[in-house]
């Protein structure tokens, strides 16, 4: 089965498209603000219901939530859904891992150290200091969102997964954990990497054979 990015794009389009026109949005902001006008501007809207849900919600972009996903494809669906899922998860890993030790950045916290008492918090929420580019969280939620839609029959899923990604985006400049150019730069490598990961690894014809179309509880039976 012989398959360009191309394809992969075209297979994940109402998902794809829409985030084309988020990020347009998301660097036209860049460019007339500022990381401290961006930053406070997130900051400065809060509430105890809001801290509340996105202090949960931000685990979407959690690897443990995407190996549980992979594992319940492996058990109900097929092996070749759960390999091309947890693979892309592990590529794109990987790789922000790599950037995130190469950048070395700060966090807000430590980037505005001097300003702390500006800063609102979440209770009870670890805040780490260093390793703030590009949000892993970003990564794996948009990384995600993408090999989703690639396997739905029902392409307009593609938009669901797209808020979902977006708002765990969100979720990580409202919890104080990375900067906005963190979060789209997560998001650009998580559906760009992916896409072309898939487009290389789906094409590859011992995925396609019966076994891998199997899975642990259709092999029992």
């Given at each position: 089965m012989k398959m360009g990015v191309k394809d992969v794009l075209n297979r994940i389009r109402l998902f794809f498209i829409p985030y084309l026109i988020v990020l347009s949005a998301c660097l036209v902001v860049k460019l007339l603000f500022t990381r401290e006008e961006i930053y406070f501007?997130?900051?400065s809207y809060y509430t105890r219901a809001a801290d509340q849900f996105f202090r949960y919600f931000t685990n979407f972009g959690d690897g443990l939530l995407t190996v549980t996903i992979a594992v319940v494809l492996a058990l109900f669906y097929n092996y070749r859904k759960a390999f091309l899922l947890i693979t892309s998860y592990g590529v794109t890993s990987i790789l922000a891992q790599i950037l995130k030790h190469f950048f070395d950045a700060p966090r807000p916290k430590l980037f505005f150290a001097d300003e702390l008492t500006r800063i609102?918090?979440?209770?009870?929420?670890?805040?780490?200091?260093?390793?703030?580019?590009p949000s892993g969280h970003s990564v794996t939620a948009f990384s995600t969102a993408v090999v989703l839609?690639?396997?739905?029959?029902?392409r307009a899923w593609g938009l669901v997964f797209l808020v979902i990604a977006v708002v765990t985006g969100y979720s990580r400049m409202y919890l104080s954990a990375h900067f906005f150019e963190d979060v789209v730069a997560g998001s650009i490598i998580g559906v760009i990497v992916t896409a072309f990961w898939?487009?290389?690894?789906?094409?590859?014809?011992f995925l396609h054979g019966?076994?891998?179309?199997?899975?642990?509880?259709k092999k029992r039976a």
């Open positions: 501007t997130v900051n609102h918090f979440v209770d009870d929420m670890f805040v780490p200091s260093l390793h703030s580019f839609t690639y396997f739905c029959r029902q898939l487009s290389w690894l789906d094409s590859k014809p019966h076994k891998w179309q199997q899975s642990a509880i």
